[in-house]
Every structure is written in C-alpha cells, then in structure tokens.
C-alpha cells in the first residue's frame, strides 16, 4: 500500500561531517522502514548532490538523517527554509544553538537547568586554575561535534594531560569545553513531537560509551525501562523536555544527563538529528512506548516543518 499524505520524500544522509559514517547507517534505515510503510522516499546525499536538485526534482518533504555538521547546526535548515520545502527536526536557531555545547549550557543555567560545572579553554589556559576549580577526573570536549568525536577523560594533570586533550579537541573544532565529571547513571530521553519517550539507562563496557561503543558494540547494555523510581523518571523526563523546549528545539530529538548516587543529575547536551541505526536510542525508547521503528519514522516525517 502506498501512503500518499506526504507525496516525495527525500532522506538525507551521508554528507561532509565526521559523522558521515554513522549518517549512512541511520539514512538507509530510515529510508527502507518509510518505503516499507509506502512512502515514497529516496536517497540524497548532500555531499555528492547540490540541494537545489531537491526542488527542481519536485521533493515535497525532507527527512533529515544527517549527523554533526552540516546537517545538525542548522545549515541544510536554513537552506531547505530557502527552498520552501518541510523538514524534520529542529529550525534554524535552535539546530545552531543546540550544535554548540557551550552555548546550549549558557541558555540552561539561565533557565536553572542543572548541566556540569565547566570551562572554556584554549591553548592559553592555565591548567592548574581549572583543576581547582573543577576538580579531577575531567572531560575534555569539542564544543560542536557530536557523537563522542574528540573527547578525551583526563584521570591526572602532572604530564601536561590537560593539554594534549585540549590540543586533540581543537582538532575538531576551535571551540572547547572542559567539564567536571559527573559519576552516576548515564540516561538519555528521547522526544517525539511534545512527548519525552521511556528513559534508557546506558551501560557501556568499562564505562566508556564511545563511539565505537554507541554504534559498533555489542558488549554495551541498555536498558528500558531504566529502572528508577516512577517519580524519578517522571521528574527526569520532565526536565529534558523543558531543556528540549527551552533551546527551541521542535520535532524529534534525544537529551543526554547523567543521574547522580544522590538522586541529583546534570544535563549534558540535546540532539537534534540523533541516530536511527541498530544501536541508537531513539528508536528503542519508542519501542519501549509501544511504537515500531517503520511508525517512529512516519511519526517524524509527519512533523516535518517549514520555519
């Protein structure tokens, strides 16, 4: 059976980022559930193809699989605004604000949004102020990258460790941040227009939920429902959908915290364009609430959006 509400749909996937890997993984994934439930959709890859293409080939709506930049800093938003053609996700500010860690943190203190206490830095810096003031272990991070990409925990300053983490993040990006290392229970919320899905609770091997980890491993753990007391979910769900709202973010979406031994937690960062894979978390919190992927993907594609 065809579904004719959305007429042609393109998925974008691929693209220039360092995620681009990972982007063909959720695109195709995308791509065969909205076919299977007779959408027509089809492939487009911004990398190989210029956008333009999209309204001269008569694309009624886009479903954006891109991941990083590009894709999630509201360039290609802001190019679809230009074109006049309905996208998932988030608009153009709140792509752009969400994409930059340190921004995103300024807009969560404001709004007395509990996120990890942290620094900017630079090749300048000086090491042993931060130290003091965040404490050992640390997270050494680039501001605008996702998945992982560029981040280093760093155990000990004595050998100049600080620095080389930083050196290794400006790689990725001119911008970084360190964080003071939250210890606890890593979650994440998804949301799916307006509603925060199940909590998952992650566990990775050694505690190391990195990017081979996240995509590739077999060996990490989810969990879902998390385990925790309703009140606390509740409470936890609550928050990350007013994080979600408060940046601007519409659509779809996935927030990342830490829940503390204490019954505190600290906010990390919101996706805009989060993964579809096999491994990705999304998906498996809408299953948990009684949605199947092929119906996730419908879902977003309906909340797709100009402006």
């Known amino acids: 059976m065809s579904d004719d509400r959305f007429g042609k749909v393109a998925v974008l996937l691929g693209g220039p ?6 982007s063909f993984m959720s695109g195709r994934g995308v791509l065969a559930a909205l076919r299977e439930k007779g959408v027509d959709a089809h492939p ?3 990398s190989e193809r210029d956008l333009w293409e999209l309204k001269r080939d008569g694309y009624d709506r886009v479903f954006i699989a891109l991941h990083g930049r590009f894709g999630e800093d509201g360039t290609v938003q802001g190019a679809l605004e230009t074109l006049g053609i309905p996208y998932t996700g988030s608009g153009v500010m709140a792509s752009a604000l969400a994409m930059d860690k340190w921004r995103t943190k300024l807009v969560w203190l404001a709004s007395d949004i509990p996120t990890p206490r942290y620094r900017v830095v630079d090749a300048r810096t000086d090491w042993p102020s931060v130290v003091a003031d965040l404490g050992l272990p640390l997270i050494v991070k680039p501001a605008r990258e996702g998945s992982t990409i560029g981040i280093s925990k760093v155990a000990t300053a004595d050998h100049g460790e600080l620095a080389a983490a930083c050196a290794a993040a400006a790689r990725h990006d001119s911008l970084v ?7 606890g229970q890593e979650l994440t919320a998804s949301i799916v227009n307006g509603r925060a899905l ?6 990775a091997p050694q505690g190391n939920y990195d990017y081979h980890s996240k995509y590739f491993s077999d060996e990490t753990k989810y969990y879902c429902p998390a385990g925790l007391p309703e009140a606390v979910e509740l409470e936890i769900r609550a928050t990350c959908l007013r994080a979600f709202d408060v940046v601007g973010c519409t659509g779809w979406g996935r927030v990342d915290l830490i829940l503390r031994p204490d019954g505190t937690y600290s906010l990390l960062e919101v996706n805009t364009s989060p993964g579809m894979t096999g491994h990705s978390l999304v998906p ?4 948990a609430a009684g949605l199947s992927y092929p119906d996730l993907c419908v879902e977003i594609l309906r909340g797709a959006h100009v402006g």
């Open 198 to 203: 199940p909590l998952i609770r992650i566990e």
């Open 177 to 183: 941040l360190v964080e003071e290392f939250v210890s």
């Open 44 to 46: 487009f890859d911004p």
């Open 284 to 287: 498996m919190a809408a299953k």
């Open 17 to 22: 980022s360092a995620e681009r890997e990972v």
